[in-house]
């Protein structure tokens, strides 16, 4: 029986619709398994931080401090100022010894005596031929060989300074210069014939001595003595020179009036070389009470913020009147002095503390560090945003929440943003971004 047209129509279309239904099921079942998974976190919201505390010291309100540095190793032996004293020109400020000073000085005299020892054994070998004549000739072949080397430094330094194509030697003649020449290179070739000129007026000296010329043995021998000689009075001056500096670090003397800001070292302490022993004001600088809070408490702080300060057993309340930059990279802040807080007194500084308190019903979060992203638009996290498909299924997508980093600590970030309506991402098997469709593990 032949099934006639309409009835045919129906059956096909059926099979259509039943084939398109098993690819929506079967083909949204793949798609699924090929979405980015990932695990869920509930933020924990809690009201603002009420309180914290931060030290404080008197400071000068002048930052712009002078420093002494140590020149050489030494022994700290007297500390004789201290913070916030006043101290006048000349004014004894600390007593110093140079470290290893026994190896040092032994060393020095050892050096000395074995110069002496060697102008001892070449003496006797030249003490017959060393006329005043013989001793002039020889200082003037080594002033020539002085000139020579000065010369030979100063080509070096002109042709390194000099375009490629030039030489010292195409301008020995000429009187100017060409333009191209840098300003330092023409000086360069300017030095350098002045240090020819020097040569030729040594070798002229030389030449007019009575002396014409000596036997190389003899001119040897003589240049020899005359060096160790200088190497004598060399080490005799280091000597000198030491004892010197010996009894100028017994008293390291204030150079003028000024106040004494820091103290950086201690009696029996050894500094290195360039070592700061103190920072100094200048005189009259004002004494202001500062506070170092920590670098993420400055978000809840304000210039005319009210703080209460312990100090010397009573408490007393008084304002932030700036926040500035202490110099190295952190921040300060500076508290108004109140009339009834005790004066500033260097002999009896007790320790200060600042307490914050934060009149504050804002909500802050903590979640999880690994929820939080960077990019170059800031900080982010993304949050579950459910709905449905178009077959009544569930369906879940991310979308990026910005928030503000307050601190991080042991894992979990605080931000400044309310989150707690929302699921966090975290552990993501891929890497998301705003509008993803993903699976829950």
């Not at 540095?69 to 004894?92: C, F, H, W, Y």
């Not at 050892?110 to 017959?128: L, P, V």
């Not at 909500?363 to 996290?381: I, L, Q, R, T």
Request: hydrophobic share 40%; glycine share 4%; with cysteine.
């Amino acid at each position: 029986m032949k099934m006639n047209r309409k009835k045919w129509s129906a059956l096909s279309m059926m099979v259509l619709l039943s084939g398109a239904a098993l690819c929506l099921i079967f083909g949204g079942t793949v798609r699924e398994k090929m979405l980015p998974q990932v695990e869920w976190a509930v933020p924990r919201v809690t009201r603002l931080q009420t309180a914290f505390e931060f030290p404080c010291v008197w400071d000068f309100e002048n930052q712009s401090e002078f420093k002494l540095e140590t020149s050489r190793p030494v022994r700290v032996d007297e500390v004789l100022i201290r913070r916030g004293q006043n101290v006048t020109a000349g004014e004894k400020m600390f007593s110093l010894s140079i470290r290893d000073a026994e190896e040092m000085e032994e060393e020095l005299r050892a050096r000395y005596t074995g110069a002496w020892e060697a102008f001892e054994a070449i003496r006797a070998k030249t003490d017959d031929v060393l006329t005043p004549e013989a001793s002039e000739y020889v200082a003037a072949v080594r002033k020539v060989s002085d000139a020579q080397a000065e010369a030979e430094l100063c080509r070096i330094k002109a042709e390194a300074l000099l375009p490629e194509e030039y030489s010292v030697w195409d301008f020995y003649q000429e009187e100017v210069l060409p333009e191209e020449l840098s300003a330092d290179a023409a000086q360069s070739v300017e030095d350098w014939k002045a240090a020819l000129e020097a040569v030729s007026a040594a070798q002229a000296e030389k030449d007019a001595l009575p002396v014409k010329s000596m036997e190389a043995e003899t001119l040897e021998m003589l240049t020899e003595r005359m060096e160790i000689l200088e190497e004598m009075d060399a080490a005799e001056a280091d000597i000198r020179a030491y004892y010197a500096e010996t009894e100028k670090l017994k008293s390291v003397n204030a150079p003028q009036n000024m106040a004494v800001a820091r103290v950086t070292v201690s009696a029996g302490q050894e500094a290195e070389n360039g070592d700061v022993l103190a920072y100094f004001v200048p005189e009259g600088t004002e004494v202001v009470l500062t506070g170092t809070p920590r670098a993420e408490d400055f978000a809840y702080l304000n210039e005319g913020s009210y703080v209460s300060v312990e100090m010397n057993g009573g408490t007393y309340i008084t304002q932030i009147s700036a926040i500035r930059p202490d110099g190295e990279g952190r921040k300060r802040v500076i508290l108004l002095k109140s009339a009834e807080m005790p004066a500033f007194d260097p002999e009896n500084e007790d320790e200060m503390t600042a307490i914050v308190t934060i009149d504050s019903k804002e909500m802050v979060s903590f979640v999880p560090a690994a929820c939080v992203h960077e990019d170059a638009k800031g900080s982010f996290v993304f949050a579950a945003e459910n709905g449905e498909t178009a077959l009544g299924d569930e369906k879940i997508t991310v979308r990026r929440v910005s928030v503000t980093k307050v601190t991080e600590a042991d894992g979990e970030v605080m931000v400044k943003e309310n989150l707690g309506e929302y699921r966090l991402a975290v552990n993501e098997s891929k890497e998301l971004t705003d509008g993803d469709r993903v699976l829950s593990y």
